[in-house]
């Protein structure tokens, strides 16, 4: 994409802010916790490069869940194309799933 996409023009003013992850790596590999909606804990190996949908499609692979599954961070439904890294979601944070 370009400025003009933006619609940034001449003599406009742009600010960078720099976002650290926590220290994490793009593609670092860590635990987290999923918590479900039938109260079963478990936990998986994942990477930050992980989609939302990939990690959904783990827990699928670990139980019988059958409804289309969603997960929630601090209550906030997770979008399934954004990576873990998007989300800042880091070592054994807990992961809510719910089914809909």
């Not at 039938?38 to 992980?50: A, D, H, P, Q, V």
């Amino acid at each position: 994409r370009t400025l003009v996409d933006y619609n940034i023009q001449k003599e406009f003013t742009l600010h960078l802010v720099l976002s650290l992850c926590g220290g994490y790596r793009e593609d670092e590999v860590y635990p987290i916790i999923v918590r479900t909606y039938n109260r079963e804990k478990f936990t998986l190996e994942i990477r930050t490069s992980f989609t939302i949908e990939n990690v959904i499609i783990m827990v699928q692979e670990k139980g019988d869940y059958k409804d289309r599954l969603h997960m929630l961070l601090d209550g906030q439904y997770l979008e399934y194309k954004k990576s873990l890294f998007n989300f800042n979601i880091q070592n054994n944070w807990t992961l809510h799933l719910t089914g809909r």
